[in-house]
């Protein structure tokens, strides 16, 4: 038998110990889309005249000081869907979306028509999330489709979890 067998844990000393390091993470903090459909436990979708949206929740641990929410585009017409900009605005601030320059060079690729893509958005929010996310928050995409600029602007209530 291995050494450690020998030695033999309390009940209660091992459950003291699994409360403890239950205690020790960060709480979760997140805002969901106001009046969007639940379609798993993080994401929500909407339909729009000519394309879908399912994007996921805002949030993340308590201590950290950056978004990356995943935007998923259906793009249901013949031209290609553009997101042009993103804009998240919380506690009187706004903070501007930036591409991931792993995978777009200069700015959002345009999804085609007919097809459906992830977009990367990152917000750099310079404070921990739960000093952001408070009040109103609000999601604005600026995009192009069929040659016609559209905003997009998606309220966030918070969710306890």
Known sequence: MARWFKYKIRPQLLTLLLVLTGLSCDPGYYYVPKDWTRTDGKHFSKNFDSFDITISDLGGLVG??????????????????????????????VYTAKWTEQNYKNGWDPIPGGEKRNLELSFDLNKPVNEVLKGEVELVLSVRVENEVKEINIPFVEESR
């Open 64 to 93: 950290t000081t950056y978004l990356m929410p995943e935007v998923i585009i259906e793009n249901r017409t013949k031209s290609p869907f553009v997101l042009t900009d993103g804009l998240l605005k919380a506690n009187g601030r």
